[in-house]
């Protein structure tokens, strides 16, 4: 257990940003998999309607520096990849 008040503090934030990852993670993989489920059946608008609100997930993502900018522009070109072999 902590002792300092800055340790403390620490320990907190640390549980807080924990938090914070973990649903921004999960998010990420359930939208992802929703994607990837919608090119597997064919729903080519279901595919598409997903695909920008996960790309719109990791780009704050990015930006936040959860994933690297080359993380997170591998996951949009593989995902907008799929759903071109719909068409």
Do not use: C, P, W
């Not at 598409?48 to 704050?60: A, F, N, Q, R």
């Not at 990015?62 to 690297?68: C, D, E, L, V």
């Amino acid at each position: 257990m902590a002792n300092h008040k800055s340790s403390i503090k620490r320990a907190r934030q640390t549980i807080a940003r924990t938090e914070r990852n973990t649903a921004m993670k999960s998010r990420i993989k359930t939208l992802r998999k929703k994607t990837l489920d919608a090119v597997e059946k064919g729903d080519k608008e279901t595919a598409i309607e997903t695909s920008k609100k996960l790309i719109s997930e990791v780009d704050k993502a990015a930006k936040k520096k959860f994933y690297h900018a080359n993380k997170a522009a591998n996951i949009k070109s593989k995902t907008a990849k799929a759903i071109a072999k719909l068409s």
